[in-house]
């Protein structure tokens, strides 16, 4: 058996990533300060939207991973409140692009 080098993992292929980000980033709005884990699978969540997005089209998603970051830090920092904010923004940014 020869092994080349890893598959390209693509579950969401061209612009069906923005469907499956503004969900994934809703859920994280919905749970941001919910007891029992909700902060830690809002943020990882984030991260993750955050992460596909840069790696797909940086320059086409600079704005947004930039919005992405922020909020990601102030959930961190248990700024609920701002971090909505940001998550909010950042969807209206995906909703345009």
């Known amino acids: 058996m020869e092994i080349l080098r ?4 693509e579950t969401h292929p061209g612009d069906q ?6 969900r994934q980033l809703e859920l994280a709005g919905e749970i941001l300060d919910n007891p029992g ?5 809002a943020t990882q969540t984030i991260g993750q939207v955050r ?5 797909r089209d940086p320059e086409r ?7 992405l970051e922020r909020a990601e830090d ?7 409140v701002k971090s909505r904010q940001l998550i909010v ?3 209206q940014k995906l909703s345009s692009k």
Do not use: M, N, T
């Open 74 to 80: 102030e959930a961190v920092h248990r700024e609920f």
């Open 17 to 22: 990533v923005i469907p499956w980000a503004r």
């Open 89 to 91: 923004e950042a969807l």
């Open 51 to 55: 992460a596909d997005l840069q790696e």
């Open 61 to 67: 998603w600079e704005e947004v991973v930039a919005i």
């Open 37 to 41: 884990g909700g902060l830690l699978f």
């Open 6 to 9: 890893p598959k390209k993992l």
